[in-house]
């Protein structure tokens, strides 16, 4: 595969008949080396050129975007809060400083600047930690083989937007605050309130539910991300990646093509094998679960005659592999045997395919052995084993069909060699790497344990984990400091009703109900409507983290469990300074 940029005003079929032209003058000047040189040019764009890795992409951002306008939303609304009972609690200071001949100018002044510098200071800290975080994003090579890097730059059009959310929705929340303070309400002086009773519910409770339901949702979906993506693991690769070294070696650079591919791969493979404490080496074409992999064939059943792709029985991931390739990788086999080295170009075709495609090509396991089928060429292949379903694309892909053909029938000039060694893996390497200079030193190699190899397969659903953990992190803790504001503010005003009560003799939870009936309330609806719009949301991760279904019994109980605790967690002090009020105290100060 060729990556380049398209000149501007060059469409894709000109780019593509510009490539073919190319192909075209090679297949004739390199007529043994290159053939059939058909070039398709294609825009790949920023998420793949597979159109439903696109979209489901897509869909997951825009939902992302989606969670962090909510959370910002949110955030407003406990900004809210906190000014709104700030406010309620200087009402008897306001009706005072009004009566002494005070301007509503002078006080507005004074509420707008202590808000402006509360929102400045927590702005400057949140905008200082964005600035760290965009320069590792921009050193940040997740692909470490490629040259592949986030270039996040610092547009100042962001940071500009950053600090208008940042002050103007302080100034609304301290208009209407102010509007309510100014109010003329009879007994203010007196009782120091400027709560109105008997409404159900007021707008900064409504807002602090929406608040709880969108925590419920981050907490839903990071859930069902993390549960989908141990379960996909958990269901089981079909290799064992620890203690195994891959090391990609194209052949090319040394000169090596055609016949004399096999013996040069031989003498490496038991070069290799001289190295102490090498378990198993083998060699593919590609190895599962990296980037480079995998390509497909059709494959049709044996007594097939129009070899038309619509008469295919199905589209099987293909893998060239070496005699040890199932012992070095840990691939267990079911039933038939190994590759030997009597495999060759010499012997009839054989093939090792998995459960799925014996099962779907042939019925079951024990039928398949010994059965053929047939490629798109009409090459007939004869199955002598079968392994155990794994993973090959992706660790979170759903079941595919593979067959494993011999490398000694099908050679092929690019190929990774699977070392199989507990080792300490930059050791082995630099054992390799001599033992690979000692062969011959024009061969160019790349080293990876397979582990690491695992971080491209993995990079998608671990992103989603981790954007969705972050997100309900930040969920949760608005939420509890949401629910705690509420809590100490109805715990606040409702001092002397609570400080009756305890003198009438009232037991604690009807004390603990009056305080923090209403947030107790506030959460258990919040997270109900939070938990169902999860559950509805989460159908986008289903096309990013296979297996994350959300109709789970560990993530419904883990989703109630949080939310739980965060609801105790947040009510916990206001609680405590409920149940400790002193009614002769509180007569005294009143």
Same mark, same amino acid.
């Given at each position: #595969?060729?990556? @380049?940029?398209?000149?501007?005003?060059?469409?894709?079929?000109?780019?593509?008949?510009?490539?073919?032209?190319?192909?075209?003058?090679?297949?004739?000047?390199?007529?043994?080396?290159?053939?059939? #040189?058909?070039?398709?040019?294609?825009?790949?764009?920023?998420? @793949?050129?597979?159109?439903?890795?696109?979209?489901?992409?897509?869909?997951?951002?825009?939902?992302?975007? *989606? *969670?962090?306008?909510?959370?910002?939303?949110?955030?407003?609304?406990?900004?809210?809060?906190?000014?709104?009972?700030?406010?309620?609690?200087?009402?008897?200071?306001?009706?005072?400083?009004?009566?002494?001949?005070?301007? +509503?100018?002078?006080?507005?002044?004074?509420?707008?600047?202590?808000?402006?510098?509360?929102?400045?200071?927590?702005?400057?800290? @949140?905008?200082?930690?964005?600035?760290?975080?965009?320069?590792?994003?921009?050193?940040?090579?997740?692909?470490?083989?490629?040259?592949?890097?986030?270039?996040?730059?610092?547009?100042?059009?962001?940071?500009?937007?950053?600090?208008?959310?940042?002050?103007?929705?302080?100034?609304?929340?301290?208009?209407?605050?102010?509007?309510?303070?100014?109010?003329?309400?009879?007994?203010?002086?007196?009782?120091?309130?400027?709560?109105?009773?008997? +409404?159900?519910?007021?707008?900064?409770? *409504?807002?602090?539910?929406?608040?709880?339901?969108?925590?419920?949702?981050?907490?839903?979906?990071?859930?069902?991300?993390?549960?989908?993506?141990?379960?996909?693991?958990?269901?089981?690769?079909?290799?064992?990646?620890?203690?195994?070294?891959?090391?990609?070696?194209?052949?090319?650079?040394?000169?090596?093509?055609?016949?004399?591919?096999?013996?040069?791969?031989? +003498?490496?493979? &038991?070069?290799?094998?001289?190295?102490?404490?090498?378990?198993?080496?083998?060699?593919?074409?590609?190895?599962?679960?990296?980037?480079?992999?995998?390509?497909?064939?059709?494959?049709?059943?044996?007594?097939?005659?129009?070899?038309?792709?619509?008469?295919?029985?199905?589209?099987?991931?293909?893998?060239?592999?070496?005699?040890?390739?199932?012992?070095?990788?840990?691939?267990?086999?079911?039933?038939?045997?190994?590759?030997?080295?009597?495999?060759?170009?010499?012997?009839?075709?054989?093939?090792?395919?998995?459960?799925?495609?014996?099962?779907?090509?042939?019925?079951?396991?024990?039928?398949?052995? @010994?059965?053929?089928?047939?490629?798109?060429?009409?090459?007939?292949?004869?199955?002598?084993?079968?392994?155990?379903?794994?993973?090959?694309?992706?660790?979170?892909?759903?079941? !595919?069909?593979?067959?494993?053909?011999?490398?000694?029938?099908?050679?092929?000039?690019?190929?990774?060699?699977?070392?199989?060694?507990?080792?300490?893996?930059?050791?082995?390497?630099?054992?390799?790497?001599?033992?690979?200079?000692?062969? &011959?030193?024009?061969?160019?190699?790349?080293?990876?344990?397979?582990?690491?190899?695992?971080?491209?397969?993995?990079?998608?659903?671990?992103?989603?984990?981790?954007?969705?953990?972050?997100?309900?992190?930040?969920?949760?803790?608005?939420?509890?400091?949401?629910?705690?504001?509420?809590?100490?503010?109805?715990?606040?005003?409702? !001092?002397?009703?609570?400080?009756?009560?305890?003198?009438?003799?009232?037991?604690?939870?009807?004390?603990?109900?009056?305080?923090?009936?209403?947030?107790?309330?506030?959460?258990?609806?919040?997270?109900?409507?939070?938990?169902?719009?999860?559950? *509805?949301?989460? +159908?986008?991760?289903?096309?990013?983290?296979?297996?994350?279904?959300?109709?789970?019994?560990?993530?419904?109980?883990?989703?109630?469990?949080?939310?739980?605790?965060?609801?105790?967690?947040?009510?916990?002090?206001?609680?405590?300074?409920?149940?400790?009020?002193?009614?002769?105290?509180?007569?005294?100060?009143?």
């Amino acid at each position: #595969m060729i990556f @380049g940029h398209l000149k501007l005003g060059v469409s894709l079929g000109q780019a593509t008949a510009d490539m073919n032209s190319i192909g075209a003058y090679l297949e004739k000047t390199y007529p043994k080396d290159d053939k059939k #040189m058909a070039l398709a040019v294609q825009h790949i764009g920023a998420f @793949g050129s597979d159109r439903d890795t696109e979209l489901a992409t897509r869909a997951f951002l825009a939902a992302l975007m *989606l *969670l962090g306008g909510l959370i910002l939303l949110a955030a407003c609304a406990n900004l809210g809060s906190l000014f709104s009972a700030r406010a309620a609690d200087r009402s008897r200071e306001i009706a005072v400083r009004l009566a002494l001949g005070s301007t +509503r100018v002078r006080i507005l002044r004074q509420l707008f600047t202590e808000a402006i510098l509360v929102s400045i200071m927590g702005g400057a800290v @949140g905008l200082c930690s964005s600035s760290l975080l965009l320069q590792w994003l921009s050193a940040w090579r997740p692909l470490p083989r490629y040259p592949v890097q986030a270039a996040v730059s610092r547009d100042p059009r962001v940071y500009a937007f950053a600090l208008l959310i940042i002050i103007v929705p302080v100034w609304f929340l301290v208009l209407f605050r102010c509007a309510k303070s100014f109010k003329p309400i009879p007994g203010v002086i007196k009782s120091g309130s400027t709560a109105t009773p008997g +409404r159900r519910f007021s707008a900064r409770e *409504l807002l602090l539910a929406v608040q709880i339901a969108l925590c419920a949702v981050l907490v839903t979906s990071s859930f069902v991300a993390v549960r989908g993506l141990l379960r996909s693991l958990r269901t089981g690769l079909g290799i064992d990646p620890r203690n195994v070294m891959l090391v990609d070696i194209d052949m090319n650079t040394g000169g090596y093509r055609g016949a004399a591919v096999p013996p040069i791969q031989k +003498r490496i493979v &038991d070069a290799v094998h001289t190295i102490p404490g090498v378990q198993a080496a083998a060699w593919t074409n590609v190895p599962p679960l990296t980037l480079d992999c995998c390509s497909t064939f059709l494959v049709f059943s044996g007594q097939t005659a129009d070899l038309a792709p619509a008469d295919a029985a199905l589209r099987a991931t293909t893998f060239k592999v070496s005699t040890e390739y199932l012992h070095a990788t840990g691939t267990p086999l079911l039933a038939g045997r190994e590759f030997t080295e009597h495999d060759d170009t010499t012997a009839p075709r054989v093939a090792i395919v998995n459960e799925r495609f014996a099962r779907y090509v042939f019925g079951s396991v024990a039928s398949a052995l @010994g059965r053929d089928y047939k490629l798109s060429d009409g090459t007939r292949i004869q199955v002598v084993g079968v392994v155990a379903d794994g993973k090959y694309s992706s660790a979170t892909e759903a079941p !595919k069909a593979a067959m494993f053909l011999s490398i000694l029938q099908f050679p092929t000039e690019e190929a990774w060699l699977v070392v199989q060694s507990p080792d300490d893996s930059q050791q082995l390497a630099a054992s390799i790497r001599g033992k690979l200079s000692d062969v &011959d030193p024009s061969l160019v190699s790349f080293f990876q344990t397979w582990s690491a190899g695992l971080d491209g397969s993995m990079f998608g659903p671990r992103m989603a984990a981790i954007s969705l953990g972050v997100l309900g992190a930040m969920g949760a803790l608005l939420s509890i400091t949401g629910i705690f504001g509420m809590a100490a503010y109805a715990v606040s005003k409702r !001092k002397r009703d609570l400080g009756i009560r305890i003198a009438l003799g009232a037991q604690r939870k009807e004390v603990l109900r009056a305080a923090l009936g209403r947030a107790v309330k506030l959460l258990a609806f919040g997270s109900t409507a939070g938990l169902i719009l999860g559950i *509805l949301a989460s +159908r986008v991760l289903a096309s990013i983290v296979y297996e994350a279904t959300p109709r789970d019994p560990l993530v419904l109980g883990g989703v109630v469990l949080a939310m739980t605790l965060l609801g105790l967690l947040a009510t916990w002090v206001p609680a405590q300074r409920a149940l400790s009020i002193n009614p002769a105290m509180l007569v005294r100060e009143e």
